[in-house]
Nanobody, 124 residues
Framework: EVQIVESGGGLVQAGGSLRLSCEASGFTFDGVAIGWVRQAPGKEREGVSCISNSGESTYYADSVSGRFTLSSDNAKNTMSLQMDLLRPEDTAVYHC?????????????????WGQGAQVTVSS
């Protein structure tokens, strides 16, 4: 059974930091594109950042580049998203996900699995 569990969300003031963590079971990160997707109320789902199938490349959406850092530990099937200099527009539910391809714009394509999400709220 595939399970993906996110943790670390919360409420923070603009300019602050949060770290999201993801732990997956039932499949391996090896050879799979993994990353984070977010969805704000009334908006479409948006790719935040992802790591390529080979694990050699990490990509970010322009909106978070330079502020967010994605890392993974494939041996433990865990992934983390360090979010710094947070802005109110970063407010969303963040989902850890796995798919077939990581695009150069930080977007996961062909998502097969994703978790229930962690709420991130940034106040102005």
């Amino acid at each position: 059974e595939v399970q993906i569990v996110e943790s670390g969300g919360g409420l923070v003031q603009a300019g602050g930091s949060l770290r999201l963590s993801c732990e997956a079971s039932g499949f391996t990160f090896d050879g799979v594109a993994i990353g984070w997707v977010r969805q704000a109320p009334g908006k479409e789902r948006e790719g935040v950042s992802c790591i390529s199938n080979s694990g050699e490349s990490t990509y970010y959406a322009d909106s978070v580049s330079g502020r967010f850092t994605l890392s993974s530990d494939n041996a433990k099937n865990t992934m983390s998203l360090q979010m710094d200099l947070l802005r109110p527009e970063d407010t969303a539910v963040y989902h850890c996900a796995a798919g077939t391809v990581c695009s150069g714009r930080g977007e996961l394509l062909g998502v097969n699995y994703w978790g229930q999400g962690a709420q991130v709220t940034v106040s102005s």
